[in-house]
């Protein structure tokens, strides 16, 4: 009985350690846990969702992908059509502006 208890005691502990290993963001967003929100048509989505989700995962960003326009006022990161290639424009005032630079960097390849 003394044997399992103290597993679990070193099992809790390894965990309340792993959820502490995360680096908080840094000011102003930059950085692991940061938010970055993209607005994009949803004509496109389908098309774009894998790029900006691997960007995202790498650096341990939450990504957040609205489609209604009301979203064009409040996100990062805007994506649009140009004939036939998709553009990224950072919002000015965005929040995670530095993380949806590197974002529309990706559309560019």
Do not use: K, N
Not at 29 to 46: I, L, N
Not at 50 to 73: F, I, K, Y
Request: charged share 20%; with cysteine; proline share 5%.
């Amino acid at each position: 009985m003394l044997c399992l208890s103290a597993g679990l005691f070193a099992l809790a502990c390894r965990r309340s350690e792993r959820a502490g290993a995360s680096a908080p963001p840094a000011e102003g967003g930059a950085g692991a846990g940061a938010v970055v929100s993209v607005y994009m048509p949803s004509r496109m989505a389908e098309r774009l969702m894998g790029r900006l989700q691997a960007v995202a995962a790498q650096h341990q960003w939450v990504l957040s992908v609205r489609t209604d326009s009301a979203a064009l006022a409040e996100v990062d990161l805007i994506i649009d059509d140009s004939a036939g290639a998709p553009v990224g424009r950072v919002r000015p005032g965005a929040r995670s502006a530095a993380e949806a630079h590197q974002m529309a960097e990706v559309l560019r390849r």
